[in-house]
């Protein structure tokens, strides 16, 4: 009888014990954190977001105009320095200058004029017989003889002239240019030389659109390229 009883008291623990183990190992298993699968759509996953780090930018070609336009010009002439800016150069023309400088006759001897200048008046050739402008002076001359720069300035042009014969452009850099004709091939002067008033750039020689009148120099002068009368400088 005992026996049976203490039987039947194991068997009962043995029973206890197994529920009591199964029931912690669900404890257990549910404490376990494990991966599911297939879950629903409605399902809410929850993410972090990502770090963000600002960067600053530099402005854009539209915002840096603006920026630009909005500063004042005053502002903008105090931070340049005179020395800074380039010389001018020999070439910019003074339009105050109403006379030559330092004005030389470009002959020895100019009392002698053949053809005045026409001051764009039409006057009847005596080589060709038409009717032109005479845009400069003929100053009689023996060839050979000397001419003279009228002024300081830069040899602008050399050029042998089927009409003109050999042809100097002289430029004084103040508005002035001094154009010579009918001279002879043996020049003094080159193109872009500096010369000053009074030097040597050739002799007399002839132009065949002229070649009706005796030896002379053919002269013009422009003043902001408008004609001029030579005489008015030179005399």
Not at 176 to 204: H, K, N, W
Not at 215 to 221: G, S
Request: hydrophobic share 35%; proline share 7%.
């Amino acid at each position: 009888m005992v026996g049976s009883a203490c039987w039947f008291a194991y068997d009962q623990g043995e029973k206890i014990t197994k529920e009591l183990t199964g029931q912690n190992t669900v404890r257990e298993d549910r404490a376990v954190d494990k991966h599911v699968k297939n879950v629903p759509k409605s399902t809410t996953v929850y993410t972090t977001p990502a770090a963000t780090r600002t960067v600053p930018t530099s402005p854009t070609v539209t915002e840096a105009a603006v920026i630009a336009e909005e500063e004042p010009a005053e502002a903008v002439m105090d931070r340049i320095d005179p020395e800074d800016l380039p010389p001018l150069m020999p070439n910019v023309l003074n339009t105050g200058i109403t006379k030559l400088e330092n004005p030389k006759a470009p002959l020895a001897d100019i009392s002698a004029v053949l053809e005045p200048f026409s001051n764009g008046e039409l006057v009847r050739s005596s080589t060709t017989g038409t009717w032109q402008t005479h845009n400069g002076t003929d100053i009689a001359a023996p060839e050979g003889a000397e001419v003279y720069a009228v002024s300081n300035g830069e040899i602008k042009a050399v050029e042998n002239n089927a009409l003109w014969g050999t042809t100097v452009v002289l430029d004084h850099h103040n508005g002035f240019m001094t154009r010579y004709c009918a001279l002879a091939p043996d020049l003094s002067v080159q193109e872009g030389q500096m010369i000053v008033s009074g030097e040597t750039i050739g002799t007399v020689g002839s132009a065949d659109i002229e070649s009706a009148l005796p030896p002379h120099l053919h002269i013009e002068m422009k003043h902001h390229g408008k004609y001029i009368d030579p005489m008015d400088q030179i005399s």
